[in-house]
């Protein structure tokens, strides 16, 4: 089946990422979705998979609009991988491969078995990517998705020889890199309001040392439950669930302080580090900081944050502690507001718009789903709890020392 997009726009709320899109995707070959971080490539996967309606346009499975399609007809022909199976009969693969440091041996693998799909199923699989060599390597089309909110397609050859791969990724393309200096005051900054955030290097040391990259954490379960396990004993917690809900809320308001530090500002959050700490229960620090500067951060910080550090954050405690997605959207877009409130951003409001975050809370801004800090011995409660009013407005409970 081949999939056609027709005069699509896409964005969320009221901010458009790109408009006027007409492109296709072959049955039986793979087309690749590659653009920087930040342009909507994420967006676009979502709205392909009915996550995200569209803005204007259709998107067209062999003719039939995939919007007019009843709900379990939808289930039978499009998959997102790898978390669903897939269907006997489909029409539509998605994957969103937002690591962008896959080596050689890895992109290999993942090529042939894009490939082995796409020929096996007779079906368009499209995938999503910020790696070049990936879309070179594994792309018989291109969408490539520009910072200036073009779309240009076409074969990995014809637009790399044109130039256009290069210019989407130059240093200049819609975000430049900020000072280093200015990402450390900032970050110092974030520190004097979170006390989840050390403005003091961790050792880099990840076997060894006092703290473990946050992206290593994500990719080991074990590691990931040991901490989740250590939590629950410092906090003197029964539950999993809680001990992870607990975790997961004191690493999103870091994340979050130091992400809206600085309106404009960026941080880069690939080099994050997470040390466990007795008396807050984590803290959270980035080494060498680096980041970018742009007039609409927004895109940027969606990437950043949303697509590149909770959407994999909450995979991996969902698939580790089976606790529920939802809750963990709450405790993201409660530390969202706190943050916001510290933080006065009219920019980043945006961010509240996102359909996962969005939901989460309802209109009088208290959240939709339990934190679960009422079930510590401390029996606390979050800014936005809908079991009772919070003890300590903007902040999860405080941990035993």
């Known amino acids: 089946m081949c999939v056609h997009l027709i005069n699509l726009t896409v964005g969320y709320d009221d901010h458009v990422l790109f408009s006027g899109v007409t492109a296709h995707a072959r049955a039986g070959a793979v087309t690749v979705v590659l653009g920087p971080a930040g342009v909507g490539k ?52 998605l994957l969103d491969q937002s690591d962008p440091a896959l080596d050689g041996p890895a992109r290999a693998r993942l090529t042939a078995r894009l490939r082995e799909l796409a020929a096996r199923h007779d079906a368009a699989v499209v995938v999503g990517t910020r790696d070049p060599d990936l879309a070179v390597a594994a792309g018989d089309t291109l969408w490539l998705l520009t910072p200036d909110g073009l779309v240009r397609t076409g074969t990995p050859a014809r637009l790399t020889e044109a130039g256009h791969i290069a210019a989407a990724f130059a240093p200049g393309a819609g975000a430049r890199r900020a000072d280093p200096g200015r990402v450390r005051a900032a970050v110092t900054d974030a520190a004097t309001r979170c006390r989840y955030v050390s403005d003091t290097d961790i050792d880099t040391d990840t076997d060894t040392g006092d703290g473990v990259a946050l992206r290593a954490l994500l990719a080991d379960r074990a590691l990931l439950a040991a901490h989740v396990d250590e939590v629950a004993g410092e906090l003197g917690v029964r539950e999993t669930r809680v001990a992870a809900s607990l975790l997961h809320y004191r690493l999103v308001a870091g994340v979050w302080s130091l992400a809206l530090a600085a309106p404009g500002l960026v941080p880069d959050l690939d080099r994050l580090r997470v040390r466990l700490d007795p008396t807050t229960t984590l803290r959270l620090s980035l080494p060498d900081p680096g980041g970018w500067t742009a007039a609409d951060p927004v895109p940027l910080l969606t990437r950043v944050v949303v697509d590149d550090l909770l959407r994999p954050l909450h995979d991996a405690l969902h698939a580790t502690t089976r606790i529920a997605r939802g809750l963990l959207w709450g405790n993201a877009a409660s530390s969202l507001a706190s943050a916001l409130r510290a933080v006065p951003n009219a920019p980043a409001e945006r961010l509240t718009a996102i359909p996962e975050l969005a939901a989460a809370l309802a209109e009088d801004g208290r959240r939709r789903s339990c934190c679960l800090h009422y079930r510590t011995p401390a029996a606390t409660a979050c800014s936005g709890c809908v079991v009772k009013p919070a003890t300590t407005p903007g902040t999860p409970p405080p941990a035993r020392g």
């Open 42 to 93: 994420s967006t676009l996967l979502r709205t392909l998979a009915g996550g995200s309606p569209a803005l204007a346009g259709r998107v067209c499975l062999d003719g039939a609009d995939l919007d007019a399609l009843a709900p379990a007809e939808r289930s039978r022909l499009v998959a997102l991988l790898p978390g669903d199976a897939v269907p006997a009969c489909p029409g539509l693969l």
